[in-house]
């Protein structure tokens, strides 16, 4: 019941947004947002409000949800509470085959649920009712992230370490180490701004994302198996401890 009254609210702080005129479609070579929800009124009214700005697909189940992503969306909207296969399920069945950012709208607001759908896969949580700007800005927010790492010839040589972030690859005088996904997002972050200094509040808000309820000891540990794989491979200490205040990249 709170999910739909949370739904409503949602819906009806929108319609300022929507007026009565029909909006224009989005410019051909819009990217592609994949928005999934049960509720016919909340994925209308998603649809209608970014259509102007995107190319919009749309799922109303979780299996109608894994069919659209093999679209290969640039960014999937994912409403947790579905009938049948729910967002979670949804999430983990299609995280392997898509890279582009997932977010979850919902209204469940348990630690152990935003946790779950975190480890599932998810970048980001969005919690309803949510005000259709931030939304926005959050979705733009996640594009300009992935823009930046698919730019094209962005690899950077340290030493004998390189970090291809297109390929979201790392060899050692030309050896492949492998990271996992987060792994590699903390060593991206670090190694784009060598010198720089972040917290470990700050490496986990922008990994986990914004509404992430994890422990910093999260990183900790993602950043001891970081230099673990390093070590293997060089003696160098790219990522530096400076004591009370985070981690720097030695470049």
């Known amino acids: 019941m709170a999910e739909r009254e949370n739904m409503a609210g949602t819906a009806k702080a929108a319609a300022g947004h929507m007026g009565k005129a029909e909006k224009p479609a989005a410019a051909a070579g819009a990217q ?24 919009v697909l749309t799922a109303r189940s979780g299996e109608e949800a894994v069919r659209a992503a093999q679209q290969k969306p640039d960014l999937i909207l994912l409403d947790i509470q579905m009938p049948g296969m729910d967002g979670l399920a949804v999430c983990r069945a299609i995280r392997g085959a898509v890279a582009c950012p997932i977010l979850f709208l919902t209204a469940r607001i348990e630690p152990a649920d935003r946790v779950c759908g975190l480890r599932a896969g998810a970048d980001d949580y969005i919690l309803k009712p949510f005000d259709l700007d931030e939304l926005a800005a959050r979705i733009e927010a996640h594009l300009r992230r992935e823009r930046r790492r698919s730019q094209p010839g962005t690899v950077r040589l340290f030493g004998e370490l390189a970090v291809d972030y297109a390929a979201r690859s790392v060899t050692v005088r030309g050896e492949p180490v492998a990271f996992s996904r987060r792994e590699f997002e903390i060593l991206e ?15 986990y808000e922008a990994v986990w994302g914004i509404d992430g309820e994890g422990s910093s000891d999260t990183v900790m540990e993602h950043v001891r198996k970081i230099r673990l794989k390093l070590a293997r491979h060089t003696p160098c200490g790219y990522i530096e401890t400076v004591w009370g205040c985070g981690y720097k990249w030695n470049g």
Do not use: K, N
């Open 189 to 203: 972050l670090l190694s784009l701004h060598p010198g720089q200094v972040f917290d470990r509040e700050h490496i």
């Open 32 to 55: 592609t947002l994949l928005i999934a929800d049960d509720e016919e009124g909340i994925l209308e009214m998603l649809r209608a409000f970014f259509s102007p700005r995107y190319r």
